[in-house]
């Protein structure tokens, strides 16, 4: 019999592997009750006051901010790329929905962000 510690998505299981009489192959037994998974970092500050703006710029999907295109007081077109969101190994620019001016970026290079998190805002 063997212990091990696997982590899956952030969640922690201790897992007892037996070996089976019949034919020597391992058995999985069930699952322990998983450890609490350690609490993620609280999400920096943002670099202006979040809400400057009346147009807001929205992440399409979960990922972390790659890259940083626009800045504030910056003026955009429709379609221009404010923010660069990598999910799954593919960047993903997160683009102005009209034109207007950079109001605020609410987030950092490197954080964590949920689909509909809000990235920026445009006046």
Same mark, same amino acid.
């Given at each position: 019999?063997?212990? *091990?510690?696997? $982590?899956?998505?952030?969640?922690? *299981? /201790?897992?007892?592997?037996?070996?089976?009489?019949?034919?020597?192959? +391992?058995? !999985? =037994?069930?699952?322990? @009750? +998983?450890? @609490? =998974?350690?609490?993620?970092? +609280?999400?920096?500050?943002?670099? @202006?006051?979040?809400?400057?703006?009346?147009?807001?710029?929205?992440?399409? !999907? !979960?990922?972390? %901010?790659?890259?940083?295109?626009?800045?504030?007081g #910056?003026? %955009?077109? =429709?379609? /221009?790329?404010?923010? %660069?969101?990598? &999910?799954?190994?593919?960047e993903i620019?997160?683009?102005? +929905? #009209?034109?207007?001016?950079? &109001?605020?970026?609410? %987030?950092?290079?490197?954080?964590?962000?949920? =689909?509909?998190?809000?990235?920026? $805002?445009?006046?």
């Amino acid at each position: 019999m063997k212990n *091990y510690t696997i $982590t899956v998505n952030g969640n922690v *299981y /201790d897992v007892v592997v037996e070996e089976g009489a019949s034919t020597g192959a +391992p058995v !999985a =037994a069930a699952p322990k @009750a +998983p450890k @609490a =998974a350690p609490k993620a970092a +609280p999400a920096a500050a943002p670099k @202006a006051a979040a809400g400057a703006g009346s147009i807001k710029v929205e992440a399409g !999907a !979960a990922g972390k %901010v790659f890259k940083i295109e626009a800045k504030v007081g #910056q003026a %955009v077109k =429709a379609g /221009d790329a404010i923010v %660069v969101v990598e &999910a799954m190994k593919m960047e993903i620019p997160v683009v102005a +929905p #009209q034109d207007g001016t950079v &109001a605020s970026i609410d %987030v950092a290079v490197g954080d964590p962000v949920e =689909a509909g998190a809000l990235l920026a $805002t445009l006046n």
